[in-house]
């Protein structure tokens, strides 16, 4: 049985590895939170009503985690002694600099939706790839310290990911803008 302070996998119920199936944590979520929902409780008084709710805010703090791959393999090292600190080891392997390097010379660069969704597709597909080593890291080999290294690298590809994206939006509204002005 759970408890408060059980992990986030034996709360769920679901084996501590990174491959999961995200439908399988959706419909967890949505048993254990029908379980522990406060409204539940309200005959039995106020302490199993502010019992309930704490039961309530750790699942939710565990399906987040759970639900994003980045942050359940995060999370997974964290368990298995290989904090991610990535605010304190910002070491990273030298092709990857020169990549991160290449993709901001590009971002500054690029003139067109086009172009940005290129280097978009670009960044995905290496959070895809990474996703992949993090899985074989994590649940194959149980190298967590490398597997940190590699979440510490995707926190960036993600951040880089959004950037992209964001500068999409702002040139489709751009382009949607100068459209409507024309026709006027």
Same mark, same amino acid.
């Given at each position: ?9 034996? $709360? ?19 048993? $254990? ?17 502010? $019992? ?23 999370? $997974?090292?964290? +368990? ?18 020169? +990549? ?30 990474? +996703? ?28 880089? +990911? ?23």
């Amino acid at each position: 049985m759970a408890t408060l302070q059980s992990n986030d996998f034996e $709360l769920f119920d679901l084996p501590a590895q990174f491959a999961q199936q995200r439908a399988a944590i959706d419909a967890r979520w949505k048993d $254990l939170q029908r379980e522990a929902h406060p409204d539940k409780f309200s005959a039995q008084g106020a302490a199993a009503q502010r $019992l309930a709710m704490q039961w309530s805010v750790r699942i939710n703090e565990a399906y987040q985690r759970l639900k994003d791959p980045q942050k359940r393999a995060a999370y $997974l090292c964290e +368990l298995h002694g290989a904090p991610i600190a990535a605010h304190t080891n910002t070491a990273m392997p030298a092709a990857f600099l020169m +990549l991160q390097m290449s993709w901001r010379e590009a971002l500054e660069d690029a003139a067109s939706v086009a172009e940005l969704e290129a280097i978009g597709d670009q960044a995905q597909a290496y959070k895809d790839q990474a +996703l992949q080593r993090i899985q074989t890291r994590i649940d194959d080999e149980r190298d967590h310290a490398s597997a940190a290294a590699e979440v510490r690298s995707l926190m960036f590809v993600e951040k880089f +990911l959004a950037e992209v994206h964001s500068r999409i939006d702002r040139a489709e509204s751009q382009t949607v803008a100068l459209s409507a002005g024309k026709g006027q």
